[in-house]
């Protein structure tokens, strides 16, 4: 159980970074930094992935945090 | 059984909050989900819950070999 | 053996689920209920999905039904 | 023979059922495959193989070190 | 160890095989041959997949080959 | 610490490969990647790498409750 739990919490990590990297990074790489406005827009999309999850979470009925 | 065990499964509950977070956020102006964003997410999650719950019903009759509804 | 069987009618299970959201859910999300054409649309989905997989398990020489 | 394993598995076998159904079913009206639509599966599922052989063909030359074809 | 690197290996060459698919094979399916063009440009995706696993595997300090 | 391995495991270096190879590679008329493309992968690898231990940091933070940045 705490395995699958595990799993799980590397799958998600592994989604998020997938659509976070999509939604906020642009694809013609034209250098290899980050810039300042993919930056904020990484660290707001994982805190509302998180959001995300957590709400979801609530509808499912899970009562332990997320 | 087999059917319910997918359901609840975590797998299921990665990919229903990946494809809600896809289809329903797509600013990044703030840290925070803004009202329409929640409403859309709930909306997104019930639904989801409610296809795969009947995904799942026709899928046992399917391989109970059933008659299914045209 | 047994449980490769089982973690393929389960990843068989999520593709289908996947699948069908997207081919018969619209993603604007304007209520929380499921329509009457939605609802159709998803029993004849699954429905045609079974049937994909059993012409595609002939091709491959499964003799055994899906 | 690590290929033909690979190619033979059922995860490669589910993601064929999904791949030809996308591409090749696009209408709910019915219940049942249509002929153009049993046709298109044929098709795209012999493709696949045939592609996936190819593919671990020269996936295992290459995991030998063997030159490729130009 | 052994098995992550099998599993991985796996992994690769169902992402490979899917993504040279999608951008080798016409996804009309008029036939049930793959046609020249399509054969040679499966060799080469094979090929510069292959550069590309190499490429990021030295960029993440992997020393092993492939 | 498990961020780390996450970060570090095999299933993140298929899927930064895929990602760069499907972004960057689109012409088949050679085997062998050329200059643009080449430089392309690198850029989109370095990217990826930052981008993710930037998610990896966000989410051990969010792991243990602090606070986010605005």
Known sequence: ?66 | IEQLQVRDSLRMYNSLVERCFTDCVDSFKRKTLDKQEETCVRRCAEKFLKHSMRVGLRFAELNQGAPTPD
């Open chain 1, 1 to 66: 159980m705490a395995e699958k739990e595990m799993e799980y919490r590397v799958e998600m990590f592994n989604k998020l970074t997938h659509t976070c990297f999509q939604k906020c990074v642009e694809s013609k790489y034209k250098d290899s930094e980050l810039n300042m406005g993919e930056n904020s827009c990484i660290d707001r999309c994982v805190a509302k992935y998180w959001q995300v999850t957590n709400l979801v979470g609530v509808l499912l009925g899970n009562n332990r945090p997320m």
